[in-house]
C-alpha cells in the first residue's frame, strides 16, 4: 500500500532545492505543494577566507554535514591562494546527499556516518582518528565547514574526544520575512508538511497560520526541538536526514 498516493506534501525548502524534491515525491505519488520558506546565503567574509587559508594548510580532515557546506567550501577554496584541498586532507560526511556533492566537487569522500546524524559522524570520526593515531599524533586537527545556525554538537563532541576542532561558518539559512498577512494552511489543503532545518520552521510561521492540523515531519533532531518549541506537534522524524528518510517516516 503507498500511503503517500493522493497526499498533498507541503515543501518548505529553499526555492531552488524544492523541485527535485518535488519531482521525488510526485514519483511516488504524492501531490507536492511548494511553498519555500527559507533562502541560503554564502558568507563571504575577509575573516572566513583568512580562516579558511590556515585551515587548508593545518588540517587532517574537513568535515561537511550538507551538500550547500561542500558547494559554498568549494567556493572559497577556488578564492585562495591554495585553490584546493590538499591531497593528505581526508574527508568526513553526513549522508549519500552529502557525500555525493563531495565526490563531485571534492573527487573524494574517506568518511560517510555510518547513520545519517551529526552525532552518529562524530563517533565514528572520533573512532576513527583514535584507531588510525600514531605515537606522535594522538588527536586530529579537524575543519567542520558548516551553516551558521547549525548547532555545536559535532565539535562539541569531537573536541572531548580529544581533537582540536576548528569550526568555519561557510554559509547561512535566512527564514523568510514576517508576512502582514498571513495565509491560513487551510487554503493549502496540505496533508503533511516536511521541515528540513530549524530556519524553515521559523519561515513556515512568518507566513503561515496554522488554522488547522495536519502532519508534520521533520528531517532531524535540531528541527524537532525548533518545531516544538513553536507549540508544533511532529508526527515524526526523519530515519536519516534525506527526503528518502523522510518519505520512509511519512510511510
Known amino acids: 500500500m503507498n500511503s503517500l498516493k493522493g497526499k498533498r506534501v507541503l515543501i518548505t525548502r529553499a526555492v531552488e532545492d ?39 594548510m593545518e588540517m587532517d580532515w574537513v568535515v561537511f554535514t550538507s551538500r550547500r557546506g561542500v558547494e559554498a567550501f568549494v567556493r572559497f577554496v577556488e578564492k585562495t591562494e591554495c585553490g584546493a584541498l590538499l591531497a593528505g586532507t581526508q574527508i568526513a560526511v553526513v549522508g549519500a546527499a ?39 599524533q594522538l588527536t586530529s586537527r579537524i575543519l567542520i565547514a558548516v551553516a551558521e545556525n547549525a548547532s555545536s554538537a559535532l565539535e562539541d563532541n569531537l573536541t572531548a574526544a580529544g581533537n582540536e576542532c576548528t569550526r568555519l561558518d561557510v554559509y547561512r539559512t535566512v527564514p523568510v520575512n514576517t508576512c502582514r498577512v498571513k495565509q491560513p494552511l487551510s ?17 513556515l510561521l512568518n507566513q503561515i497560520k ?9 528531517i532531524g533532531p535540531s528541527t ?18 534525506s527526503l528518502e528518510g523522510l518519505m520512509e517516516t511519512m510511510r
Open 18 to 56: 524544492c523541485a527535485a524534491w518535488a519531482a521525488q515525491l510526485k514519483n511516488a505519488g504524492a501531490i507536492p505543494v511548494i511553498l519555500p520558506c527559507i533562502s541560503c546565503e554564502f558568507i563571504d567574509e575577509p575573516t572566513t577566507k583568512a580562516h579558511l587559508m590556515y585551515a587548508l
Open 98 to 136: 552529502t557525500a555525493d556533492a563531495a565526490l563531485k566537487l571534492l573527487d573524494r569522500v574517506d568518511l560517510t556516518a555510518e547513520v545519517g546524524t551529526a552525532e552518529s559522524l562524530s563517533q565514528t570520526l572520533a573512532y576513527r582518528v583514535k584507531e588510525n593515531a600514531s605515537p606522535e
Open 187 to 203: 487554503e493549502l489543503r496540505a496533508d503533511k508538511i516536511l521541515l528540513a532545518s530549524p530556519s524553515a520552521v521559523t519561515g
Open 210 to 218: 496554522l488554522d488547522t492540523k495536519v502532519e508534520i515531519f521533520t
Open 224 to 241: 524537532s526541538r525548533a518545531a516544538q518549541v513553536a507549540e508544533m506537534a511532529v508526527t515524526g522524524e526523519a530515519t536519516n536526514p
